[in-house]
């Protein structure tokens, strides 16, 4: 289409261009309204004739039949959204609810859904138009077919839907007051004229030319729904209006919007200020109320609340006026209910009260005036009762100053139990106010197993029996904790000695108790310590003397396997006897380290390997029936320790769980990580410092260990296993070799619910330096000088024969004092010295002490059972090259004389 036949066509065109722009801005204002009840399906009937009018004008521009055919196949989907949409408007507005409506609502949709695909399938069944034809006409030409049953029956189906919405609208101008059947009206039939458009059109009634008129009708109706709509103000407060305003009040109640127009109000405010409703709803309040602008100002400023007076009908009138706002379930404003009530005749009241009052107080004053002298006389006398009642209130007061300021809670009961007073104390400590408490049974603050107890002392101190030791419960707090308290009751008595109350002092003794249960634990950590310790030097004690007659049995055995090699059996039974020697060894070791006397070869070491090759050890005789899970979640696992015991630490705890499980089935779970201790961690006597730790947990589902037996389980020789099962020996090597490193072990169990042990390592990143291997090969010696001092005549024998044998020259002594004199004489004559520590006469510190002052250089090998005054770290602070621990084999001594010979000749 040209230019020039746009302009030609467009005084024809723009009618409809006016409907359709008319249409769509009513749409768009209803939409924007849309959470108001019945907004959405009215937007929706708007811009379904707004769609129509434009397929419509595409159709009339159109010159072609199939463009035409085209254009009106889409007219008749708005056709069937109008009346499905002024359905769901009729039932929206109305308020009126269908039984099964999903049903009914998916045969209303149905069908249209049907008709359109029949409509645009039409070209292969021509259902709808059997014979189209183009009627030529100026300035447009019309498409022409005949209508065929099923249109219709398509028609029928529109006419239903839209007569139903009408009944419907009709229902709702019956059933609504009269206030609002004016805008029901307007609604009804304004959805009238559609009909009326479209039966015309069906009829092909178009007054001379051939054009639709649906959307002059469609436009007639969206104006005047819209005008009935807006006009009383449908899309802000209505639906909410009818609720707030309540016919059956004398006081006249109005509802205004949020833009101060008058939207409801009740028949008491249509008779007080003679309100027409259908010109007052919807105007602003300023020309409702012109005639008082006194009522006006006061709605116009919102105040909550003001007393008016007004001239209505000839009649002066005082009105209560309250204002309140109205909101939505939102929470959005809406507008405000003016509440306005008569109190004429309430001030009229109130004046004649006041004017009667005013009379009376003047025939009091003339009464009054009789009894002056009377009064004269008494003065004195209630000058006097003052007088005490002040200093009774004084009494009173001081002591309730007291009662509260009483750091002991104090209360006043009666002969049953019941509370009658309480002090400010008493209310701290329980939580309570003094008016849940009062007349309550002081019963009802304890336990059940108390109330005896407390019903005995009360009639125990009625009767005068003075108690020597106060009671002590448990008060139950309000927030359910119990406060240990001691209470001390006394006798309350009158003016005449009579018992009149009971009266009790509470000591809150939660703080006492917690002093009692500290110094409990204190007391029990302090005896373990001590036991230890007394273990310990039990051990010590032991551990010298048997390490002097292992070195016999281990030296003399090694010498006799120098001399026998050729008797294969004698070396046989000889070397068993070593290897019992060696475990006799490892035995007075153990007992060491469980008392922490002995801390082994410590050196820079990773916990995993250790760990891993521990536990690779005992699941080799674990049943099948116990899984073993391991977990090692390390970034740093570096500590300072001595290997063997921390493997034999992890084969102890692994086998006692071990020996927990077997005769039913679980689980043993290794895990390994880090951890940081940010406050000192104390487990019996052992605590460990702030710091990076090792964290290794160790735990089964076994049954658990007794609560009575817990702290016992570490005590040397304590076992709960069968005799032959085991020593006893096992945990409380393991503490001592957890104590030796710096660490500290937990226990943590209950009966039924397994074990779990966790031990505390603290990881080193420095580097040490390794022992010396005392297990390295023989080296002979060159005829070297050495003077070996020891008041055990067999190890002198053993360390002799020994030394002789690896090229060594030696000179003996079991005197300390002879041996001393010895050097004396020659203090370049020997090339080493080798002594014990514990000797009668002179220790071996005392010894070596001596030796310095004569030659400072000579090396010293200090050998012992045991002692508690030298140690492989603390020799060299006492001038000594070489510390050994009895009893010594022939390869360490070796090994140990070699070392501390090469060490003096390179200085």
């Known amino acids: 289409m040209n230019a020039k036949t746009f302009i030609d066509l467009a005084p024809y065109l723009l009618p409809y261009f006016i409907a359709f722009g008319v249409s769509i801005s009513i749409g768009f204002y209803a939409w924007q309204r849309r959470e108001v009840n019945g907004a959405k399906s009215f937007s929706a009937v708007v811009f379904s004739t707004s769609i129509y009018t434009f397929f419509y004008m595409c159709e009339l521009v159109s010159h072609r039949l199939e463009w035409k055919i085209f254009w009106d196949n889409f007219q008749f989907i708005p056709t069937f959204i109008f009346p499905i949409g002024l359905f769901a408007f009729a039932l929206q507005y109305s308020g009126l609810k269908l039984k099964q409506s ?510 891993k090759e521990a536990v690779h050890f005992v699941r080799s005789i674990f049943p099948s029936t116990i899984t073993v899970m391991e977990s090692y979640q390390v970034d740093l696992d570096t500590i300072k320790a001595d290997e063997t015991q921390i493997h034999q630490v992890i084969t102890n705890l692994c086998t006692n769980s071990y020996h927990a499980m077997q005769e039913t089935s679980g689980t043993l779970s290794i895990l390994l990580e880090n951890t940081y201790l940010e406050s000192p961690r104390k487990y019996l006597t052992m605590i460990a410092f702030p710091g990076n730790y090792a964290k290794i947990t160790i735990a089964d589902s076994g049954p658990g260990i007794p609560e009575d037996i817990k702290e016992r389980i570490f005590e040397p020789y304590f076992t709960t296993k069968d005799t032959g099962e085991g020593t006893g020996l096992g945990l409380s090597v393991t503490l001592g070799i957890v104590k030796s490193h710096n660490g500290l072990i937990e226990l943590k169990s209950n009966t039924g619910k397994g074990a779990e042990f966790t031990i505390y390592l603290p990881i080193t990143s420095q580097e040490e330096l390794e022992s010396i291997d005392a297990d390295g090969a023989e080296t002979p010696g060159n005829n070297e000088q050495i003077l070996v001092v020891d008041d055990e005549i067999f190890f002198i024998d053993i360390v002799a024969q020994h030394l002789k044998s690896l090229g060594y020259q030696v000179k003996s002594n079991q005197s300390s004092l002879r041996a001393l004199e010895i050097f004396r004489k020659d203090p370049t004559g020997f090339d080493l010295i080798i002594s014990d520590q514990i000797m009668p006469e002179m220790t071996g510190v005392q010894f070596v002490s001596e030796i310095r002052k004569l030659n400072l250089d000579i090396p010293v090998i200090l050998c012992t059972g045991y002692s508690e005054v030298v140690t492989e770290q603390t020799a060299k602070h006492y001038g000594i090259s070489k510390f050994l621990m009895k009893p010594i084999t022939r390869k360490a001594l070796s090994k140990a004389v070699h070392y501390v010979l090469q060490n003096s000749r390179s200085i």
């Not at 009767?463 to 001390?488: C, T």
């Open 102 to 611: 999903k049903n009914i609502w998916r045969v209303i949709v149905f069908l249209p859904i049907a008709f359109i695909l029949l409509i645009f399938t039409d070209n292969f069944h021509k259902l709808i138009r059997p014979s189209s034809k183009l009627i030529l006409g100026e300035p447009f030409s019309a498409l022409e077919y005949p209508f065929t049953p099923v249109f219709w029956f398509m028609t029928m189906y529109v006419y239903i839907i839209v007569i139903t919405g009408l009944l419907i609208l009709i229902v709702k101008f019956f059933r609504s007051k009269s206030v609002y059947r004016t805008q029901v009206l307007i609604i009804t039939m304004g959805a009238a004229v559609p009909l009326i458009g479209t039966f015309l059109t069906a009829l092909e009634i178009n007054f001379g030319f051939h054009r639709d008129t649906a959307p002059f009708t469609f436009t007639i109706f969206n104006m005047i729904v819209a005008w009935g709509l807006l006009r009383f103000r449908l899309f802000d407060v209505v639906h909410m209006a009818r609720d707030t305003v309540i016919e059956s009040l004398n006081d006249s109640v109005i509802i205004i919007d949020p833009s101060n127009r008058v939207v409801d109000f009740n028949s008491s405010a249509k008779e007080r200020f003679n309100i027409i409703a259908t010109v007052a709803i919807g105007l602003p309040v300023d020309q409702v109320f012109s005639k008082w602008p006194d009522l006006y100002n006061i709605i116009n400023m919102k105040k909550s609340q003001q007393d008016i007076c007004l001239v209505i009908n000839s009649n002066p009138m005082i009105l209560d006026t309250s204002i309140t706002p109205i909101h939505d379930q939102r929470g959005t404003f809406k507008g405000h209910t003016i509440i306005v009530r008569d109190i004429t005749q309430k001030k009229y009241m109130e004046e004649q009260l006041e004017t009667h009052r005013n009379h009376l107080e003047d025939l009091v004053k003339a009464a009054t005036s009789d009894l002056e002298l009377t009064n004269e006389r008494l003065l004195k006398e209630i000058k006097e009762r003052i007088h005490a009642e002040k200093a009774l209130m004084n009494s009173e007061s001081r002591f309730r100053s007291l009662f509260d300021s009483n750091p002991n809670s104090v209360i006043l009961s009666d002969f049953e139990g019941t509370i009658l007073e309480m002090n400010r104390t008493f209310l701290k400590m329980t939580g309570y106010s003094s008016e849940e408490l009062m007349n309550t049974q002081i019963t009802k603050l304890t336990h059940e197993k108390y109330h005896d107890e407390i019903l005995q002392a009360i009639k125990l101190t009625k009767s005068g029996i003075v108690q020597d030791e106060p009671l002590e419960i448990e008060i139950l707090n309000k927030n359910g904790s119990l406060v240990p308290v001691m209470i001390k009751g006394w006798l309350v008595t009158d003016q005449e000695s009579k018992p009149v109350a009971l009266g009790s002092f509470i000591k809150d003794i939660t703080k006492e108790k917690m002093f009692d249960a500290e110094k409990t634990a204190l007391l029990k950590q302090l005896q373990q310590t001590q036991k230890m310790e007394a273990i310990g030097t039990l051990a010590g004690g032991i551990a010298h003397d048997f390490n002097n007659i292992l070195a016999g049995i281990i030296g003399y055995t090694e010498l006799s396997l120098l001399e026998v090699q050729k008797n294969e059996k004698l070396t046989n039974n000889l070397s068993r006897v070593f290897e019992a020697a060696g475990r006799a060894k490892e035995l007075v070791q153990q007992i060491l380290s469980f008392s922490r006397r002995e801390s082994g070869s410590l050196r820079k070491l990773s916990l995993t390997p250790v760990i």
